[in-house]
């Protein structure tokens, strides 16, 4: 059975780093657009990261630009996000999923993790 499992989240103070990784198994992800979301306390999911199949299409949300980079490693069949000058309001759940185009959209990935805590004090 395909899954994906988050790991490096923890609690950081504000202008510190992580780096989160999410590792595939049961199925090969490598021709899949891999992204990373989050999910705060009362909010909805939010889009924050994306990559294609070989790394040649990467998405980000402003709100994380210049700070954040995703990447991946097909070898592995693991995608990483590398979080840089965290901010508390980059606070939430962090989760990883597949889908078959790197977009921004939720419901156009078909595989999730079952997240990642981050937490960013001030």
């Known amino acids: 059975q395909a899954q994906l499992v988050e790991s490096g989240g923890g609690l950081v103070q504000a202008g510190g780093s992580l780096r989160l990784s999410c590792t595939a198994s049961g199925r090969t992800f490598s021709n899949y657009g891999m992204g990373w979301f989050r999910q705060a306390p009362g909010k909805e999911r939010e889009f924050v990261a994306a990559?294609?199949?070989?790394?040649?299409?990467?998405l980000y949300a402003d709100s994380v630009k210049g700070r954040f980079t995703i990447s991946r490693d097909n070898a592995k069949n693991t995608v990483y996000l590398q979080m840089n000058s965290l901010k508390p309001e980059d606070t939430a759940v962090y989760y990883c999923?597949?889908?078959?185009?790197?977009?921004?959209?939720?419901?156009?990935?078909?595989?999730w993790g079952q997240g990642t805590q981050v937490t960013v004090s001030s």
């Open positions: 999923a597949a889908g078959g185009l790197v977009n921004s959209i939720p419901s156009m990935y078909d595989y």
């Open positions: 990559v294609n199949w070989n790394g040649g299409r990467i």
